[in-house]
T-cell receptor, first 113, second 115 residues
Framework: DQQVKQNSPSLSVQEGRISILNCDYT??????FLWYKKYPAEGPTFLIS?????DKNEDGRFTVFLNKSAKHLSLHIVPSQPGDSAVYFC????????????FGTGTKLQVIP | DAGVIQSPRHEVTEMGQEVTLRCKPI?????LFWYRQTMMRGLELLIY????????DSGMPEDRFSAKMPNASFSTLKIQPSEPRDSAVYFC?????????????FGSGTQLSVL
């Protein structure tokens, strides 16, 4: 049972345009959400996060939006750059517990120069 | 600072053989996680250690899988006997206890191929 779902396995975007990566979750206990970025032959690295008390968090070109009623979050990258080409994992945790982090299946983003 | 160190980077073995994956977490991190990455299921948590003690092993797929953490600087994941369906990338991650809200630091992974 996938509690964190990324329904788009891949996405292609032109350099300079906006990239939007989507994620849905089913567990109402999740209250902290994260995005990780993974390059080939490397481990995932933390990118940006958002607490359930917020609906938006911004860090440079990266913005994460959270819609709790829809159990949906998205990652916006503006403007997209070729170096952003990677696999992006959505993740969620319930901070009341021991920080078990549940990941989605990932979305492979390709930014075309 | 050295990050999480995993070895080997690649492992090719035959079905039925024993496989041991190794991990050195970041110094001072109290939590250690083993994940497995597959196309179908993404990153799956196999086992979580806190202060060297296994807390959650509900993700370990079968008795063929075992994990140990004999001290704060070393952990192993063992598969015995290995099967072709175990082929995947195995990641080790660590985090400071009580901080980070899910911010994990991952190693570069071990690409396991079981023929």
């Amino acid at each position: 049972d996938q509690q964190v779902k990324q329904n788009s396995p891949s996405l292609s975007v032109q350099e300079g345009r906006i990239s939007i990566l989507n994620c849905d979750y089913t567990n109402s206990m999740f209250d902290y959400f994260l995005w990780y970025k993974k390059y080939p032959a490397e481990g995932p690295t933390f990118l940006i996060s958002i607490s359930s008390i917020k609906d938006k968090n911004e860090d440079g070109r990266f913005t994460v939006f959270l819609n709790k009623s829809a159990k949906h979050l998205s990652l916006h990258i503006v403007p997209s750059q070729p170096g952003d080409s990677a696999v992006y994992f959505c993740a969620a945790s319930a901070t009341g517990g021991y920080q078990k982090v549940t990941f989605g299946t990932g979305t492979k983003l390709q930014v075309i120069p | 600072d050295a990050g999480v160190i995993q070895s080997p980077r690649h492992e090719v073995t035959e079905m039925g053989q024993e496989v041991t994956l190794r991990c050195k977490p970041i110094s001072g991190h109290n939590s250690l996680f083993w994940y497995r990455q597959t196309m179908m299921r993404g990153l799956e948590l196999l086992i979580y250690f806190n202060n060297n003690v296994p807390i959650d092993d509900s993700g370990m797929p079968e008795d063929r899988f075992s994990a140990k953490m004999p001290n704060a600087s070393f952990s192993t994941l063992k598969i015995q006997p290995s099967e072709p369906r175990d082929s995947a990338v195995y990641f080790c991650a660590s985090s400071p206890l009580g901080t980070g809200n899910g911010k994990l630091f991952f190693g570069s992974g071990t690409q396991l191929s079981v023929l």
